[in-house]
DNA sequence: CAGCATCCCAGAGGATACTG
DNA sequence: CAGTATCCTCTGGGATGCTG
């Protein structure tokens, strides 16, 4: 523990926080998700190939942390939990749909190098 | 060695792909830096208090392999090199733009729980 | 159904020293 | 000045199994 005090731009820059927010291989893909509307857990497994369960609950924790998305367990058995997104996840929608644009205007599979030859 | 096809949404999803690209501790800040115009390395360098050279060569290595940024090395000794936003780049400013106006109206330090507190 | 515990690993990120 | 090269740490992310 040194007492030292960094300067750094985490929290200085705006830029920086936020994109310590949505790091994270599925948090955007997730925002993504719940912006179609409030979503079950299984919903979002099931929508999230690739996702193992510990992940998708793990992320969803931190989106919920950053008070994005809010979760509402339903008093039920079998367990029942809702996921949305919050005030601050819906005014998000703007940057996801800026990506969107950017990602679908200018990044085509086909400039790229990488291609989906699975595991080889 | 499974030969399977693994189907992830990495390919199929602009939101994914996109975010694959912009992954990465300094990415977006360094972005942000460079569309503040051209940009030495000493420069990006300098306002990026906490990175270190190694990092910053790689992310930036990173970048212009993605096509955002372009790199242009002046034949000259000692070494000039300028890094600048390609046209990929230039177009990935709404997000940016966005991301930073969400993080302000929305992402205020004292609503987190992190705090500067230094050496408190 | 939803999610936690545990173990594991690759790679992101960092510190330091050296070079054309 | 603008990088490499090397080494090391840390944690994000994944696999699997268990539980209320």
Redesign the pocket.
């Known amino acids: 523990m040194k007492s030292e005090k960094k300067i750094i731009p985490s929290v200085t820059c705006p830029i920086f926080r936020a994109q310590k927010i949505i790091s994270?291989?599925w948090k955007i893909y997730l925002l993504y998700l719940l912006s179609q509307g409030t979503k079950?857990?299984?919903d979002l497994y099931r929508e999230t190939p690739?996702?193992?369960?510990?992940?998708l609950?793990k992320q969803?924790?931190e989106l919920e942390a950053a008070g994005i998305i809010s979760?509402y367990?339903y008093p039920e058995i079998?367990?029942?939990?809702e996921y949305s997104l919050t005030e601050l996840g819906q005014n998000f929608m703007p940057v996801l749909d800026e990506l969107a644009k950017w990602s679908c205007t200018h990044l085509h599979p086909e400039e790229g190098e990488e291609k989906i030859s699975g595991s080889a």
Chains 1, 2 share one sequence.
Do not use: C, D, E, H
């Not at 690739?50 to 992940?55: L, Y």
């Not at 079998?78 to 939990?81: D, H, L, N, Q």
């Open positions: 994270g291989k079950r857990f299984s690739g996702i193992t369960q510990a992940m609950s969803l924790r979760r367990v079998p367990p029942k939990v």
